[in-house]
């Protein structure tokens, strides 16, 4: 499996961006699809964003569709969340996981291997 390592979080203005990475070690990184979920207090995990293996297929959550994109280095084992607009309901920790079938789902059952979060959060 892949060791994931998140970083670029920090605190911002509402209407503000953020770019988040995450870097992966281990197995061939270009063999999974990856995913960014976030977690704010008192709430379940949530979908974010997923990304194939190519890099040629994203998927996104309705919250941030339009606003967020994903994109992946597989030269750098590097995925990234760049977050435009942000709003303070997006304020939450955000982690992102492997899926080794790469199917761009929204369910973090499918996803085998997470990094530790990097903590965003936004003001209003």
């Known amino acids: 499996q892949v060791q994931l390592v998140e970083s670029g979080g920090g605190l911002v203005q509402a209407g503000g961006s953020l770019r988040l990475s995450c870097a992966a070690s281990?197995?061939?990184?270009?063999?999974?699809?990856m995913g960014w979920f976030r977690q704010a207090p008192g709430k379940e995990r949530e979908f974010v964003a997923a990304?194939?293996?190519?890099?040629?297929?994203?998927n996104y959550a309705d919250s941030v569709k339009g606003r967020f994109t994903i994109s992946r280095d597989n030269a750098k084992n590097t995925v990234y969340l760049q977050m435009n607009s942000l709003k303070p309901e997006d304020t939450a920790v955000y982690s992102c996981?492997?899926?080794?079938?790469?199917?761009?789902?929204?369910?973090?059952?499918?996803?085998?291997?997470w990094g530790q979060g990097t903590q965003v959060t936004v003001s209003s």
């Open positions: 996981a492997a899926d080794p079938r790469s199917w761009l789902l929204p369910s973090p059952q499918n996803y085998v291997s």
């Open positions: 281990g197995r061939a990184f270009s063999n999974y699809g």
């Open positions: 990304i194939v293996w190519s890099g040629g297929a994203t």
